[in-house]
């Protein structure tokens, strides 16, 4: 890929046009690196690296770049010297497993919470991770920093819309003040679980039609509400916890 190409993938319309995302850092490349041996799609990937890094040892085709030219690539200011060309995933919608359990997220905005989820969903395993549409992109560089290569191992699909949930799942659950324990037997027992947009929540026609389960995570009242990372993080160790 041209070096002007891979400058274009800081936006999620390049991203999308040239099917390629970028990973950055030692961290994010490391993980990318045991994640390609057992996943051939990512074989493909490309490496892009300064002097400093040109000893790397990687099973992919690696590209030696001036620091001049690293600055333009990467997403961060200061950058490391070292970043990836990923090819993007193919849906995964037909590939969930049984026991799996779908986090549904709705118009998520803020990178740092949903590369945090994703972590998390990641370390727990066996959930799958829907975004709405007008969700942040999964694969903006500041989102895939925060999943500290969480992005790599989780099943992900976007552009899911809310209304299409009840014909995939026969149970959903999502939070609310005033629902039923979240340590309960009960909360344990649905397919999916909703949580909303961190200013807005998620419609209450919409949990009418998709008849959600509410349940609360319990607190003194002093705030309005958790962090949805937060929430989400609790909700999936409950969920963890009572296997």
């Not at 333009?72 to 919608?93: C, E, F, H, N, Y």
């Not at 919470?113 to 972590?119: D, S, V």
């Not at 395993?125 to 007008?134: H, Y």
């Not at 009840?166 to 649905?190: K, P, V």
Request: contains cysteine.
């Amino acid at each position: 890929m041209k070096l002007d190409d891979i400058k274009k993938l800081h936006q999620k319309k390049y991203r999308q046009a040239l099917g390629h995302y970028l990973v950055e850092g030692e961290h994010l490349i490391l993980e990318l690196q045991k994640a390609a041996a057992n996943q051939p799609q990512l074989q493909s990937a490309e490496l892009y690296v300064t002097e400093a890094y040109e000893h790397w040892q990687s099973q992919f085709r690696t590209h030696l770049v001036n620091d001049r030219q690293m600055a333009r690539l990467a997403d961060t200011s200061t950058p490391q010297g070292i970043l990836a060309v990923v090819p993007m995933p193919k849906s995964s919608a037909s590939e969930t497993t049984a026991g799996e359990k779908a986090v549904y997220l709705h118009e998520v905005q803020d990178p740092g919470n949903l590369g945090t989820i994703m972590r998390t969903l990641a370390w727990f395993g066996g959930f799958r991770c829907l975004l709405s549409p007008g969700s942040v992109d999964p694969f903006n560089p500041k989102v895939v920093r925060a999943s500290m290569g969480a992005i790599f191992h989780l099943p992900l699909e976007t552009d899911v819309p809310l209304a299409s949930l009840t014909s995939r799942y026969s149970s959903i659950a999502c939070l609310d003040l005033n629902g039923g324990e979240l340590t309960s037997q009960a909360f344990r027992q649905h397919d999916c679980y909703l949580f909303g947009n961190e200013a807005r929540g998620v419609p209450q026609d919409a949990l009418t039609q998709l008849a959600a389960t509410p349940y609360t995570i319990p607190g003194n009242g002093e705030i309005e509400s958790l962090n949805l990372a937060s929430a989400v993080n609790m909700c999936a160790y409950e969920l963890k916890r009572g296997l």
